[in-house]
């Protein structure tokens, strides 16, 4: 018998993983208490950008083995119900804000089936599972909980998803794993290593996995500071390391740092957590990853008040790039967002592009100015950032960019354009670890 699944919540999770468990054969419901999302991807749209997502949704849709809901009830006989709910930074803090964790829980626990397994795929300070299965058991005795975490990369979320790297599963019995193995039998016969776990070990892979990318992430940025200041070129620096098997090449690119709904407000999170359980000495070092993460982004407005003047008002600004990654319009904690938006509060004239998150960015800071095209957005500038390493920007040509701005200066902030090719073009080229020609 072919299990039917639950995906409760429809956010970038949820709908990705609702759309990729249907493509595997499954029948699935997704459940939301948002009716306008409901709507939404019921006719096989989703309100955010991913690639290749909206078209595997509208084909799951068309094939009726997806379907959305607003009713609990529809839910009653699915065999596996995954929860997808968000878990941001509660205000005013740091740690986790477990709001709708918490209900999404109590909702399906009064309807899930004798025998059923709810899954917790969101992001949670460990303790949570235990929990949430202790409070799962009380309202249902006949039913079980288990915890998977997600490892998926805005812009590859569908590939992460149907062919991830690793699976693992925190369970406290043999039937839960079993029914786990089921659904994800498609993955196994691929070869996907399985990890299985207790609760607590698999809520610590996914923020361990995460502290380590922004670990790594941010010693780069440490070391383009030394490189500025030693007269060290940080990308030669990164290549070299880069070829020692135990660092790898992969997150070693220096520039304004790491954003999103994820790496940020989960290193936070694991920090505010391990306290609680008095072990903050262990992850002491998080703070200081997370200062310099922020710190690479005074350090470009420190560049263009080098370049233009301490004084900013009235220069034109171009800014290329608004998403906190390239192939997502995600505004969560921008860097590239943050950076004009602090130029332009300096009293400067800032324009801001970007391909795909222009309407996200536009909500969360009404006061900037936006351009759909790139050169408008540079027509008239002083100074050019290029702080989203989208390929469109790495397709520009410089000596046609020349001809539209008033000074022809531009920094790197993602270390990913051609250097020679813009200096050939007579620009003056700076970037984050690397000596200002």
């Not at 740091?94 to 709708?100: F, M, P, R």
């Not at 009064?110 to 309202?139: D, F, M, Q, W, Y």
């Not at 020349?402 to 080229?429: H, P, S, Y």
Request: aromatic share 6%.
């Amino acid at each position: 018998m072919t299990l039917k699944l639950s995906v409760i919540g429809t956010g970038y999770l949820g709908a990705t993983h609702a759309a990729c468990m249907a493509s595997m054969g499954f029948q699935v419901i997704g459940f939301d208490t948002e009716q306008s999302k409901i709507d939404l991807l019921s006719k096989g749209k989703v309100p955010f950008y991913e690639p290749d997502l909206e078209e595997l949704l509208d084909k799951q849709i068309k094939s009726r083995r997806l379907t959305f809901t607003k009713d609990i009830n529809d839910l009653t006989d699915c065999d596996v119900h995954f929860i997808c709910v968000g878990t941001p930074q509660v205000k005013g803090g740091i740690a986790a804000d477990l709001t709708y964790v918490n209900a999404a829980l109590e909702s399906v626990a009064k309807i899930v089936k004798i025998g059923a397994l709810v899954v917790g795929k969101s992001t949670v300070p460990v303790g949570t599972a235990e929990k949430l299965r202790n409070r799962l058991i009380e309202i249902n005795p006949k039913s079980d909980l288990a915890w998977n975490p997600e490892f998926l990369r805005e812009g590859f979320a569908v590939e992460d998803t149907l062919k991830p790297n690793r699976l693992v599963v925190g369970v406290t019995n043999d039937n839960a794993e079993e029914i786990l193995k089921k659904v994800y039998a498609i993955n196994l016969k691929e070869g996907t290593p399985w990890v299985r776990a207790d609760l607590p070990t698999s809520e610590l892979v996914k923020v361990a996995a995460n502290s380590f990318l922004a670990t790594k992430i941010s010693l780069i940025n440490a070391m383009a500071e030394v490189c500025e200041a030693a007269g060290g070129d940080v990308t030669v620096l990164a290549k070299a390391i880069g070829y020692d098997p135990r660092i790898g090449n992969r997150f070693l690119q220096a520039g304004i740092g790491f954003g999103g709904g994820c790496l940020p407000k989960d290193i936070r999170a694991f920090m505010a957590r391990a306290e609680e359980l008095g072990a903050q000495q262990a992850v002491k070092f998080l703070k200081e990853i997370d200062e310099i993460n922020l710190r690479a982004r005074q350090r470009i407005i420190e560049l263009v008040r080098k370049d233009l003047a301490n004084n900013l008002q009235g220069k034109k600004v171009s800014i290329l790039g608004a998403a906190f990654k390239p192939d997502s319009d995600d505004v969560r904690d921008s860097p590239a967002l943050d950076i004009a938006a602090q130029i332009q509060a300096a009293g400067a004239i800032v324009t801001v592009h970007d391909p795909k998150a222009i309407e996200n960015a536009q909500k969360r800071f009404p006061a900037l100015k936006f351009s759909e095209g790139i050169n408008e957005t540079l027509q008239g500038s002083n100074i050019v950032l290029h702080l989203t390493e989208w390929k469109i920007y790495r397709e520009i040509d410089p000596v046609n960019a020349k001809a539209l701005v008033q000074n022809a200066i531009i920094i790197d902030g993602r270390n990913a354009l051609d250097r020679e090719l813009w200096l050939k073009a007579g620009w003056k080229f700076r970037a984050l670890g690397r000596t200002h020609v």
